[in-house]
T-cell receptor, first 113, second 119 residues
Framework: GENVEQHPSTLSVQEGDSAVIKCTYS??????FPWYKQELGKGSQLIID?????GEKKDQRIAVTLNKTAKHFSLHITETQPEDSAVYFC????????????FGQGTRLTINP | GAVVSQHPSRVICKSGTSVKIECRSL??????MFWYRQFPKKSLMLMAT?????????EQGVEKDKFLINHASLTLSTLTVTSAHPEDSSFYIC???????????????FGPGTRLTVL
């Protein structure tokens, strides 16, 4: 089955700097890669996703890149703000099937003012 | 965007009792809902996939008789933790998927979670 590895487990950056979180996946059939943000005691919120037919997607300060050959994808947050502090999870699944999301271990991002 | 609610947000119960958690899709019909469990500082682990009008599909290692799932309508799925024990204490999160078909995004929308504490 699919296995998703996420790094780093914790990340601390200065406000205004960029943050990058990386994930690798094992199943080459996976073709959908969402990123979720989870704030303390709350459920996860989808912040951006990418399908395997594109290599990059951007939404304001957030971007995701995908390298299908290497089977890894990354989340990039630019101009970080204190409200970006949260736990971020990457996930992988196959569109159209059971669509089970396999999650990475999570990255606790702290933005220092 | 699509909104998923969960009720209750927090529940404390005595060992041996049963607890029901509701998951509702508020502004869309969800043919499929998923139930996850999350331990502190850990990732979300899929427990079961719930399809409206049919039996849930449980992941390996999840006891179907202990975690009863009912998906009676396109907007409601329930998870009942039967005869709860302290080791069942966890954060339970549901998600709902928009129906497949033209224009579908295949996106899962997550509820805010339910923190269960079993004394």
């Amino acid at each position: 089955g699919e296995n998703v590895e996420q790094h780093p487990s914790t990340l601390s950056v200065q406000e205004g700097d960029s943050a990058v979180i990386k994930c690798t996946y094992s199943d080459s059939a996976s073709n959908y890669f969402p990123w979720y943000k989870q704030e303390l005691g709350k459920g996860s919120q989808l912040i951006i996703d990418i399908r395997s037919n594109v290599g990059e997607k951007k939404d304001q300060r957030i971007a995701v890149t995908l390298n299908k050959t290497a089977k890894h994808f990354s989340l990039h947050i630019t101009e970080t703000q204190p409200e970006d502090s949260a736990v971020y999870f990457c996930a992988a699944s196959i569109i159209g099937g059971a669509q089970k999301l396999v999650f990475g271990q999570g990255t606790r991002l702290t933005i220092n003012p | 965007g699509a909104v998923v609610s969960q009720h209750p947000s927090r529940v404390i119960c005595k060992s041996g009792t049963s607890v029901k958690i509701e998951c509702r899709s508020l502004d869309f019909q969800a043919t499929t809902m998923f139930w996850y469990r999350q331990f502190p500082k850990k990732s979300l682990m899929l427990m079961a996939t719930s399809n409206e009008g049919s039996k849930a599909t449980y992941e390996q290692g999840v006891e179907k008789d202990k975690f009863l799932i009912n998906h009676a309508s396109l907007t409601l799925s329930t998870l009942t933790v039967t005869s709860a024990h302290p080791e069942d204490s966890s954060f339970y999160i549901c998600s709902a998927r928009t129906p497949s078909g033209r224009g579908s995004t295949d996106t899962q929308y997550f509820g805010p979670g339910t923190r269960l504490t079993v004394l």
